[in-house]
């Protein structure tokens, strides 16, 4: 399975900043995922990054809010904007699953907005 | 529409007790996916199983099995002689394409 390394693992960030996170893989792959978990909740997907074009998102998800880049097949970031403590969240990436195995997830990133 | 439902939210057992999750799922699709993760504290998703739609066997792994049946729309997982490492929240999900589905996930203590 894919190796995804996810950084930073953690950040405490003040309201009305913004925060990038990465994701790079140890594979090419063609489809990666951002996910978002709010506390004690599951996982809501974001968007899904296609390397070439633009991200789709999902329903109550919106590029100025989160944009999102893809420039080659092994990465991607995914930026929280203007944050607000509401934006308090994990947010993971994963990539989609290669035979017999499911999706593989990054370790995630813990962000906290005060 | 998809849909996945952890009936159980939270579950508390004493160690060496056997858990079974339920895991119930929605779909119109003939070919989906389904899948266990594991949630510990530390926060990552561990990936635990994967079935196809088209593959009924149960499943057995350590302690760990799984029970898929399509005529109840169900994929149970069972954690035998549990152990306080075994402590997390556990989501089932549900993949017809290129989407995932999670569902709310059950959240399992295991005490000494």
């Known amino acids: 399975s894919a190796v995804i390394s996810q950084k930073p693992s953690r950040d405490i960030c003040q309201r009305g900043t913004s925060l990038t996170i990465q994701c790079q893989v140890d594979s090419q792959v063609t489809m990666m995922f951002w996910y978002r978990q709010q506390p004690g909740q599951s996982l809501t997907l974001i968007a899904t990054?296609?390397?070439?074009?633009?991200?789709?998102?999902e329903s109550g998800f919106v590029i100025d809010k989160f944009p999102i880049s893809r420039p080659n097949l092994t990465f991607s970031t995914l930026t929280v904007s203007n944050m607000s403590p509401e934006d308090s969240s994990i947010y993971l990436c994963?990539?989609?699953?290669?035979?017999?195995?499911?999706?593989?997830f990054g370790s995630g990133t813990r962000l906290t907005v005060v | 529409a998809q849909k996945v439902t952890q009936a159980q939210t939270e579950i508390s057992v004493v160690e060496k007790e056997d858990v079974t999750l339920d895991c119930v799922y929605e779909t119109r699709d003939t070919t989906y996916y389904l899948f266990w993760y594991k949630q510990p504290p530390s926060g990552e998703l561990v990936f635990l199983i994967r079935r196809n739609s088209f593959d009924e066997q149960n499943e057995i792994s350590g302690r760990y099995s799984w029970n898929f049946q399509k005529s109840t729309s169900s994929f149970n997982f069972t954690i035998t002689a549990s152990q306080v490492v075994d402590s997390a929240v556990y989501f089932c999900?549900?993949?017809?394409?290129?989407?995932?589905?999670f569902g709310a996930g059950t959240r399992l203590f295991v005490k000494a």
């Open positions: 999900a549900l993949s017809g394409g290129f989407k995932t589905i």
């Open positions: 994963s990539v989609i699953p290669t035979l017999d195995y499911g999706y593989t």
């Open positions: 990054a296609n390397q070439g074009s633009e991200a789709t998102y």
